[in-house]
């Protein structure tokens, strides 16, 4: 890992610790979760937001009334709105992925779950998301959380990661050994 890459990891968990106690003394982990998903939303979808959290030409005074703003209007849970302040005060902002992805981590392991980054050709329906939930709980043990993406550039099946575990189903792999088989022979 890189040195800043492992700063800003370091200055994420911080946070994240912090919050998660707060959240979890309070016995508002579920808010909070829900809180996460629709942050970390409003961060893929708005580049303005991700402008906000990350261009040092803002002052600390307007990212702190700006996020201070956004994070009430969307009705986070009031510890998520000051650590958002606090983080803009002291030029944190930026580390806000890092945040969310070691607080959902956190309340992951509390919960007993773990998360399957899963990838596919074609947007899981409900019913195959639950049947590959159930499957991985079956292999890993844990409940699993299913984190899907498509990618249409897997022509067909599946890309899974659970932890350091990836099970790669997807044809374009499978072409792609075939290719190397195929060289290694001619």
Same mark, same amino acid.
């Given at each position: 890992?890189s040195?800043p890459a492992s700063?800003? %990891?370091?200055?994420?968990?911080?946070?994240?610790t912090?919050?998660?106690?707060?959240?979890?003394e !309070?016995?508002?982990?579920d808010?909070l979760?829900?809180? =996460?998903?629709? =942050?970390?939303?409003?961060?893929s979808? %708005?580049?303005? *937001?991700?402008?906000?959290?990350? !261009?040092p030409?803002? %002052?600390?005074?307007?990212q702190g009334a700006a996020?201070?703003a956004?994070?009430?209007?969307?009705?986070?849970?009031?510890? *998520?709105?000051q650590? #958002?302040g #606090?983080?803009?005060s002291?030029?944190?902002l930026?580390v *806000?992925?890092?945040l969310i992805?070691?607080?959902?981590?956190?309340?992951?392991e509390?919960?007993?779950?773990?998360?399957?980054?899963?990838?596919s050709a074609?947007? #899981?329906t409900?019913?195959q998301a639950?049947a #590959?939930?159930a499957? =991985?709980k %079956?292999?890993v043990?844990k409940?699993?959380?299913? !984190?899907?993406t498509?990618?249409?550039s =897997?022509?067909?099946g599946l890309?899974?990661?659970v932890?350091s575990k990836?099970?790669d189903t997807?044809i374009?792999s499978k072409l !792609?050994?075939?290719?190397n088989?195929?060289?290694e022979?001619?």
């Open positions: 890992m040195e700063i800003s %990891s370091g200055i994420a968990e911080r946070y994240a912090a919050v998660f106690e707060i959240a979890e !309070n016995k508002k982990l808010e979760e829900t809180n =996460l998903d629709d =942050l970390a939303a409003a961060l979808d %708005s580049a303005e *937001l991700r402008d906000l959290i990350g !261009n030409l803002y %002052s600390r005074e307007a996020i201070t956004i994070a009430k209007k969307m009705k986070l849970r009031p510890v *998520l709105v650590t #958002l #606090l983080m803009a002291k030029r944190r930026f *806000l992925p890092q992805a070691q607080l959902r981590a956190k309340i992951a509390h919960k007993g779950e773990v998360t399957a980054d899963v990838t074609q947007a #899981l409900p019913a639950e #590959l939930a499957q =991985l %079956s292999s043990g409940e699993v959380k299913i !984190n899907a498509v990618d249409e =897997l022509i067909g890309v899974v990661k932890g990836m099970i997807s374009r !792609n050994s075939l290719q088989a195929m060289k022979v001619g």
